[in-house]
Nanobody, 127 residues
Framework: QVQLVESGGGSVQAGGSLRLSCTASGYIISRTCMGWFRQTPGNDREGVAVISTSLGNSDYADSVKGRFTISQDKAKKTWYLQMNMLKPEDTAMYYC????????????????????WGQGTQVTVSS
């Protein structure tokens, strides 16, 4: 069984930065699509960034391109989301998710088919 635990959320002013971490416990196979998603009350969960653990390729939502970076440290079984130039509209609960046995492909930013999910970490950006 795999468990994902997010950390690094908090409150920051607009223009600031935060780095989220997602650490996996249990067995993580080398070929996995890892993703970061976010959700605000009353809205659907949306994809922010994804990365293929084996290939290293990544993809981003248009709203965060150029500001957010997803990365990984496979030895530590930890995935990161570096968030720069934060905006109030980035305020949300952020979740990491894992879809094992596959590389990320078209549609990976949709929160469908992910087997494992973390509990989330809150990010609040004030203007």
């Amino acid at each position: 069984q795999v468990q994902l635990v997010e950390s690094g959320g908090g409150s920051v002013q607009a223009g600031g930065s935060l780095r989220l971490s997602c650490t996996a416990s249990g067995y993580i196979i080398s070929r996995t699509c890892m993703g970061w998603f976010r959700q605000t009350p009353g809205n659907d969960r949306e994809g922010v960034a994804v990365i293929s653990t084996s290939l290293g390729n990544s993809d981003y939502a248009d709203s965060v391109k150029g500001r957010f970076t997803i990365s990984q440290d496979k030895a530590k079984k930890t995935w990161y989301l570096q968030m720069n130039m934060l905006k109030p509209e980035d305020t949300a609960m952020y979740y990491c998710a894992a879809n094992p046995w596959v590389d990320c492909r078209a549609g990976a930013l949709r929160p469908l088919g992910y087997t494992y999910w973390g509990q989330g970490t809150q990010v609040t950006v004030s203007s």
